[in-house]
């Protein structure tokens, strides 16, 4: 998050090389530290006669600003600036920031700033010295190691200059783009110290940091490897341990992996351990986004010293002809939209609570892919859609042209980084690998393909020039404003098409697309309305208004009338929607749903029951939308959806009316509001009229009042306040004080009843470790096969081996808890080297029995805790079914219970064959005090046959 911490003084931060805060429970970070820096800048607009750099310079009448910064705030309409698509001289100046702060640690750490993007280049000074420079990309990630340059425990000075100039050599520049080039530190920016034994960032080379990959994904298992590259820069030979363990959404290790070796000084070594899972296994997709964790703590000797945690999701995803995009073996149709990540008035200087929410948004409407348009985005905007499911198609910055040989090497570096930087990301399936409207780029293509073969590659092609096909890439991605013709082979998706309010247009190409098996995505031009600056063609087909009017989500992310049909079309829950009077108009009312029909009442009179359009543009869509030609002038619509002739859902509209009051929302309510300036909220005035309806062709003012811990963005020159109306609302943004509290906005309007809303804040901490670790449940897991004297044990399992009633007590090797087996018939042992067919084949094949009674498991010295064990029964001989007739009695610290077990729903019919299937399990749970035995007794239900214990797997779940 882009935070202020509310507490600090505004020149010095102190930050501890010791954590601040306490870890929750299982989890260690060695001597990382993550200390985020977005709050105490002291900012300067343009270049000075004298450079800002020297400690004693005098900033204290520059600007207190925090991160994301944007240096200038604009207009709704740019300013109106009459400058082209190239922008070789609007916003494009230099910044100047500053801070102090103390670095607690000493020599034998190290020190580096991280930037997640500047605009543009960067140069950076700590204590009057040049540490660095970065000149190759403003969208992708970087650090400069300061450990040189600080002074330990004592007061450091920072100096950045953000150069945002038109540059011929970084991409987009030198060229025409249709999204601006704003400036300054917008992204956030962290101090990052570790133990010289550490791992680096990923972007330093193609082995460098973690590198997670799933080369097999199965519907039941799948096989993950992690490599993780280490950098020794001390000047003595480590002798290192790395502990990796996979972790599932619960906190529980599943599967932990260990490895050694020693590390020669000045030198990296690049750890790589696989393993598969195959309990706790599940699939990543946007209906089931499944995140597992993989956190690696490095150690010197036996001492934690460094640690990463990223997340990972097993999916697979291919192109098969005839079915598109099938992933886990399923087709599956990607809609979407483009994203600009900017805002107006602020720019690209987004808070991370802004890209999850918007994220969010296009979930809710059930989009499942987002093109980022045409950039390297937030790291937040990909771990939302990681967590919400929604795959990405992601590029590096450019538009239509090239440069030279200087600016590809740029462009190439800053691809290599933005791969580096997410490639262990589920959400992300293809890569950029041409230019915008261009088409295919051989050089483009082999750096997606040498740092990430896994992942699809895409042309970014136009129909107006270019091959007419995927060229040298996997993907034929096109422009489709009008209708082009399909290649004839190509796997394609249109990655711009059409959109309109009433969405008519974004109907029409879906459903083209779907039409040709070979086309697997639609994805919309676009999913919010952003600035743009004039074409340097004008003329009457060119001119165009400084913002874009044709967007999913309005500029602020309002949703427009299209958003509510995507949901008709995508989302599973039963929707019915009347399009408000932007798209229900000119004698045509739109209704949205994905109900079987929709009948439509004028003020209680049935206007008519009608199936969705029957449109040959509509046809391949899974809910078109229904048009009622009716010309509403007055009153209540209400519009009932029906499914196999039963009532489902129902909406109500009323005609809007005359402006009556005002309604003020924020636009993110679930998710804290942190005081210090980093975080922003929008604020949302509507004008309702005396129904509640929003006036959508109102044309007032709306003037905004704080009080409170906050203040409104604006500096009385971008005609923020009083704000227009768009389409009946009104948005203005707000950010937090130093101090915690609560805020009050109040918007105002002649004529118009005053609305009002509050919201409070919340400090923020700066420790970003602390802030994003999770607990870790390292409870090891027990897996024991029983058998007989020639058993077929099974991979990776403990070997309990008997042949007599001496042989029935067994210590388990990761826990030291007690097995006994015992019963009250003779208990005999199999383990005669036959074999069997199945999943676990080898714990069903061998295992003790009795002819006839019970077998009871005794579990001594565990400790407190719940407990999961699993426990395999599978006859071998032939004397009794293979059912469930299996009593179960569990006695444990909260009492005994006893049920039937039903685990397995089908019979087995033949003993030496579970098909696809386990052998016969057992499910059972218990908690254990830490003193007392449990004891799980075993009963047969069939009055005659023999009862088995094959095996099992026990493993602590709280």
Request: a neutral charge; hydrophobic letters at 35%.
């Amino acid at each position: 998050m882009k935070i202020k911490l509310a507490f600090l003084s505004l020149f010095i931060t102190v930050i501890s090389f010791a954590q601040s805060n306490k870890l929750p429970e299982g989890f260690t970070s060695g001597d990382r530290t993550k200390t985020n820096l977005n709050f105490n800048w002291k900012f300067h607009l343009g270049d000075l006669p004298n450079t800002p750099t020297a400690t004693n310079f005098d900033d204290s009448s520059w600007e207190n600003v925090s991160v994301p910064h944007t240096p200038q705030l604009i207009s709704y309409e740019l300013d109106s600036v009459k400058e082209t698509w190239v922008q070789e001289k609007y916003l494009r100046d230099v910044s100047w920031y500053r801070r102090k702060l103390i670095v607690k640690a000493d020599a034998s750490q190290k020190v580096f700033i991280e930037f997640e993007a500047v605009h543009n280049a960067t140069e950076l000074w700590v204590n009057g010295k040049k540490a660095g420079n970065y000149a190759v990309n403003g969208y992708t990630p970087f650090h400069f190691d300061i450990t040189s340059f600080v002074k330990f425990g004592e007061e450091n000075t920072i100096a950045i200059k953000a150069d945002n100039s038109y540059n011929q050599t970084i991409a987009p520049d030198p060229h025409r783009t249709d999204y601006v080039k704003f400036g300054g530190l917008y992204r956030d920016v962290y101090l990052v110290t570790t133990n010289k034994l550490h791992v680096n960032f990923n972007w330093e080379a193609f082995d460098a940091g973690v590198h997670i990959t799933t080369p097999t994904v199965n519907k039941n298992n799948g096989t993950v490897t992690i490599k993780t590259t280490v950098k020794n820069e001390s000047s003595k030979v480590k002798k290192s341990k790395i502990i990796t363990n996979i972790i599932d959404k619960d906190g529980l290790v599943i599967k932990k992996l260990i490895s050694e070796i020693n590390i020669a000084a000045n030198t990296t070594h690049t750890f790589r351990q696989s393993t598969t899972v195959e309990e706790e296994y599940h699939l990543w997709s946007p209906d089931t986004p499944y995140l597992y964790r993989v956190n690696s703590v490095i150690y010197d000797k036996e001492t934690p010293v460094d640690f990463v945690e990223n997340r990972f999701g097993f999916r697979k995803f291919s192109l098969e002809k005839g079915k598109g995009f099938v992933l886990n073996g399923e087709p599956l149709f990607l809609v979407g939209a483009n994203r600009h990540q900017s805002y107006p008035n602020i720019g690209d200087a987004v808070p991370n609570s802004f890209h999850y929410n918007e994220a969010l948004q296009y979930k809710k409407a059930g989009m499942n892919i987002i093109r980022l348009s045409h950039y390297t985005q937030d790291d937040a905007f990909i771990n939302a859609c990681d967590e919400l499911g929604i795959f990405i198609y992601e590029e590096p910055s450019t538009w239509i042209e090239w440069g030279d040989d200087t600016w590809f090497e740029n462009l190439e570096k800053a691809t290599r980084t933005m791969i580096r930087d997410h490639r262990n990301h589920p959400s992300i399936i293809v890569w950029g690998a041409g230019i915008n409207h261009r088409g295919p780029v051989p050089r483009m293509q082999t750096v997606a393909k040498e740092e990430d073969p896994f992942r699809l590659t895409a042309s970014a092609s136009a129909p107006w020039d270019g091959p007419k096909n995927e060229g040298v890439t996997d993907v034929h991605a096109t422009m489709d404003y009008r209708r082009t013709e399909f290649p004839e082979s190509a796997f394609t998706m249109v990655m711009e098409h059409g959109s309109s309010p009433n969405a008519e247009v974004n109907q029409f190409h879906i459903s083209r697309y779907k039409g040709n098996k070979n086309n697997f995505a639609a994805i919309t031009w676009l999913g919010a309305d952003y600035n743009h600056l004039q074409p340097d063609i004008i003329d009457d087909q060119w001119s165009r208004d400084f913002m874009t009017t044709y967007g999913v989500l309005s500029p602020y992310r309002v949703p427009k009338p299209v958003y509510y049909w995507y949901q008709s079309e995508l989302v599973k829950k039963p929707i019915v929607h009347i399009a408000d009077e932007t798209a229900s108009k000119n004698g045509k009312v739109r209704v949205f749903s994905n109900c079987q029909e929709v009948a439509l009442y004028q003020n209680g009179k049935l206007i008519a029951r009608q199936l969705p359009d029957n449109d040959v543009t509509k046809t391949n869509l899974n809910h078109p939308s229904f048009t009622f030609k009716h010309n509403w002038k007055s009153g209540t619509l209400k519009a009932i959806g029906y499914s196999n002739g039963e009532k489902v859902i129902e909406f109500t509209r009323q005609k809007e009316g005359k402006p009556h009051h005002i309604k003020v929302e924020y636009n993110i309510t679930d998710q804290p509001f942190y005081a210090g300036g980093s975080d922003i909220r929008l604020v949302y005035a509507s004008i309702l009229d005396e129904n509640g309806e929003v006036v959508t062709n109102t044309k007032n003012e709306i003037q905004f009042s704080i009080s409170g811990a906050g203040e409104i963005i604006d500096n009385g020159k971008i005609y923020a306040n009083p704000a227009k109306v768009y389409n009946g609302v009104a948005a203005i943004y707000i950010k937090g004080t130093n101090a915690t509290g609560t805020i009050k906005v109040t918007a105002k309007a002649k004529g118009l009843k005053s609305g009002k809303a509050t919201i409070n804040t919340v400090k923020y901490n700066t420790n970003e470790i602390a802030n994003h670790a999770q607990p870790i449940f390292d409870y090891p897991i027990e897996r024991v096969d029983i058998g007989g004297e020639k058993q077929l044990v099974q991979f990776d399992w403990q070997e309990w081996t008997g042949n007599s009633n001496n042989d029935l007590n067994f210590i388990l090797k990761h826990t030291n808890t007690q097995i006994e087996i015992s019963a009250n018939k003779k208990i005999n042992w199999l383990g005669n080297g036959t074999s069997m067919i199945g999943d676990l084949s080898f714990v069903g094949t061998d295992g003790v029995y009795v002819e006839e009674g019970e077998i009871t498991l005794k579990l001594s010295n565990l400790k407190a805790g719940k407990y999961a064990i699993e426990t395999f029964h599978h006859a071998r001989k032939t004397d009794i079914k293979l059912t469930n007739d299996i009593e179960v009695t569990v006695e444990d610290v909260e009492g005994s219970f006893t049920r039937v077990s039903d685990d397995h729903i089908v019979n087995y019919y033949d003993n030496d064959s579970s098909g696809e299937r386990k052998p016969i399990s057992i499910n059972s749970t218990f908690t254990s005090d830490g003193s007392n035995a449990v004891t799980i007794k075993f009963k047969s239900i069939n009055k005659k046959g023999t009862l088995w214990l094959n095996g099992f797997i026990l493993k602590q779940i709280k």
